[in-house]
């Protein structure tokens, strides 16, 4: 997601269509404030989430929104498409209209999926110097080896984008279920992974991002806003 961040006189000149001049008066007559505070610059940074307001007159007032999703099978992880049902298509009619996805999903995937209009947000818990674990469960059409194993802790080369994976957790439950640990989200990445052994993913299942899990009583399709506490403790 692009900057939210830009200097408040440009704001008030693009938003408002005040003149140069004008916020210069305003400022000097402490008209304006920023989160409840008199602003104190014509170069002082504000965002998207940053509240907005000459004398009575709220100019913005944007609240920021994390929610958590169960996605169903054959659902598109997008927020709009011409042909399919959308992650977005499932939420309440009255959540913001400026949401992204934190963390896509395949169309044949299931599970968590967060939504944000929180941009700063997303792109911390996507970078890769965050370390953020995603785990998912998987079952196979065939059983694994122990070289299976260690060839994703090691890391699998995909010659298409001339790349090696980041070491990768499987560990089985059993002959044909599993549970993955990534720290970074290629294209199709633990599919490409097992098939690099001829083995197919039949199912495949995201149950945590980081510290946020999916809620067990969370049915497939519906969602709920983060608490204050997951959000902050995201990167943990």
């Not at 694994?144 to 439950?173: C, K």
């Not at 039949?202 to 997951?230: C, K």
Request: charged content about 25%.
């Amino acid at each position: 997601m692009p900057s939210t961040c830009t200097r408040l006189d440009r704001f008030l000149i693009e938003k408002v269509r005040l003149k140069n001049k004008d916020v210069r008066l305003l400022l000097a007559q402490k008209r304006i404030l920023l989160d409840g505070r008199h602003a104190n610059g014509m170069n002082q940074t504000i965002n998207k989430f940053t509240k907005i307001q000459i004398d009575e007159n709220i100019i913005q007032n944007n609240k920021p929104c994390y929610i958590k999703l169960h996605k169903p099978k054959g659902v598109v992880s997008a927020t709009k498409d011409a042909n399919h049902k959308t992650v977005v298509d499932l939420l309440a009619p009255n959540e913001p209209t400026d949401l992204h996805i934190a963390g896509r999903l395949d169309f044949n995937s299931t599970g968590l999926i967060l939504l944000t209009n929180d941009g700063q947000w997303s792109r911390k818990l996507s970078a890769p110097e965050s370390n953020i674990e995603k785990r998912y469960s998987v079952t196979i059409d065939k059983p694994i080896t122990q070289d299976v194993i260690d060839a994703f802790s090691r890391g699998i080369y995909f010659a298409f984008e001339n790349t090696t994976t980041l070491p990768a957790t499987l560990t089985m439950h059993d002959e044909y279920t599993a549970e993955v640990i990534l720290k970074e989200g290629k294209y199709h990445q633990i599919k490409r992974m097992f098939g690099h052994f001829q083995i197919e993913v039949l199912t495949l299942h995201r149950f945590a991002i980081g510290s946020i899990v999916l809620d067990s009583h969370l049915a497939e399709g519906e969602s709920r806003h983060l608490n204050p506490e997951e959000v902050s403790r995201a990167f943990s």
